[in-house]
Every structure is written in C-alpha cells, then in structure tokens.
C-alpha cells in the first residue's frame, strides 16, 4: 500500500445513496416551484453539502427555501434509506480488506453525521466506521469542493496530506481532494468519466480499488 490512510466520500462511494437522494431532492424543490429534474439534480447537487442547495436556489430565483427544509428533506431520505438503501457492490469487502491488512481509513462526507450513521447502519458499514474514523461537512466551516473536510481528516488521523488517497464520485469531490493536495481515485460508476477527469485515476468497479491503491 502506497498510501497512510484511505479517504472514503460516503454517498455513492459506500452506500448506493444517490439515486435515492437525488430523486427525493429533485422532487421537493419541483413541489417548492423549483422545478428540478432527477439529472439536474446529480449534475448540480450531488457529492455537495445542504447549504449549496440553499445557495443555489436563492441565487437563480432570489427566494430562500423554507426554513425547514432540510428536516423535511432528511426525513423523507432517512424513510427511504430504511426501505431501499444497500451498500454500493463490494464497498463493505474493500473496506473490510483494508481493516485486515491494517491500512488506515475513514469516511469524509458532505452529508451529516446522522445521515451517514443511518446509512451505514442500514448496509452494515457501521461495523468498519466507529466514531473517530467519521467526518462531516457539519465539522469544517465549508464543504466540498473546498478542500477544508478532507485536509480536517487527514489532520484528526494524523496523516500528511500528500500521503493520502481519496475514493470520490463526484466533481466537487474530486475539485476538493485535488485542491487538498491529495491523489484521488475517481469512481465512474455512476458519474460519466469525463466530469471526473482531474481525479488520479479512474475505474468502474469498486473490486478494482485495492490494486489500485496497492
């Protein structure tokens, strides 16, 4: 292993959350009068944290979101979480293998600590993610694609940022990672290939990771 520690985005990376998320999401801003399409939404919002949606929408239209938004939007994707949410295809076996070689990891995600504890509950990651290897946009002051939330990480596992690889899906992700100084692998299987193209490398299958990382 080329690497001190492994950086896991959460959303599409671990859990098989986006599809799920992007629906819910492009939904209600289209019941707020904000009419948005499921590919609007992945090409705007995914991989970014809740106050771009915020940011974005009063920006375009001049009106703010009502104040509880986010509670009723997390409600919403929390339910479906429980009925539908699987882990994404040999995530938990790659997280696994890096636990039983010894190589450090954890998860920085933009959604918060509850989401990421539902999901991973929900799939079984939480057997791999304790408390200390958990980081949220909820803990820096900017999200992606600022590089504040991977370098906060690297920080709290006491590794040097250059020494790090990061598994993200999404353009502002990959826009963090680079801005971090980290290498960062890009994760195709949902985002086209193109729009991940400053990342390290690229690949399709998360059972494709350990050599690449090797």
């Not at 959350?17 to 992007?22: A, F, G, H, L």
């Not at 400053?198 to 350990?210: I, K, Q, S, V």
Request: charged share 25%.
């Amino acid at each position: 292993m080329r690497y001190d520690l492994v950086i896991f985005d959460n959303d599409g990376v671990l859990v098989d959350s986006e599809p799920i998320s992007n629906k819910l999401l492009a939904g209600y801003l289209t019941e707020l009068g904000h009419p948005t399409s499921y590919e609007e939404s992945l090409r705007e919002y995914m991989g970014s944290a809740m106050h771009r949606v915020h940011d974005l929408v009063e920006e375009r239209t001049g009106q703010r979101l009502p104040e509880d938004f986010d509670d009723v939007f997390h409600g919403r994707v929390f339910a479906a979480f429980e009925r539908e949410l699987e882990p994404v295809p040999g995530a938990v076996e790659v997280v696994e293998k890096l636990a039983t070689d010894g190589v450090p990891y954890c998860v920085a995600s933009s959604g918060s600590h509850e989401r990421i504890r539902v999901g991973h509950r929900k799939t079984g990651h939480d057997k791999w993610f304790d408390d200390g290897r958990i980081f949220s946009s909820q803990d820096v002051g900017r999200g992606k694609p600022a590089p504040d939330l991977f370098l906060y990480a690297a920080q709290r596992m006491g590794v040097a940022p250059e020494r790090c690889a990061v598994v993200e899906d999404s353009p502002l992700g990959v826009q963090a990672a680079v801005a971090a100084g980290m290498d960062v692998y890009g994760f195709t299987a949902m985002t086209p290939a193109g729009r991940l193209s400053a990342a390290t490398e690229l690949f399709g299958d998360m059972r494709e990771l350990p050599d690449l990382l090797a």
